[in-house]
């Protein structure tokens, strides 16, 4: 079997075989975040509270719960998607 010609870092596939893939929400939401002044966990904290808050008001005005309350499971899942997000900084 005949072997393949590679590049110097010794892949064998050509430039034009290479493809760029737009960047994700994530990526377009992480750099978004690097290029704000200040450090960027306030921003992550800042979405955290503000996922905390929509969730408790959604379930207040539907009358789930009585207006006020709120459970500590509700604070982790909201508390969670910002901390995977802080993650991929």
């Known amino acids: ?3 393949v010609a590679g590049d110097d870092n010794g892949d064998s596939r050509s430039q034009e075989e290479w493809q760029e893939y ?3 929400w994530v990526d377009r939401f992480t750099g978004w975040v690097d290029r704000r002044p200040g450090p960027s966990w306030g921003y992550y904290a800042g979405l955290g509270l503000g996922l905390l808050l929509l969730q408790v008001l959604v379930l ?3 009358g789930s719960f009585a207006t006020g309350t709120f459970l500590p499971a509700q604070v982790f899942m ?3 998607i ?4 802080a ?3």
Do not use: H, K, N, V
Request: without cysteine; charged residues 5%.
């Open 1 to 3: 079997m005949a072997a």
């Open 22 to 24: 737009a960047p994700s």
């Open 60 to 62: 207040w005005i539907e």
């Open 78 to 80: 909201a508390g969670i």
């Open 82 to 85: 910002a901390y995977l997000l």
């Open 87 to 89: 993650l991929f900084q």
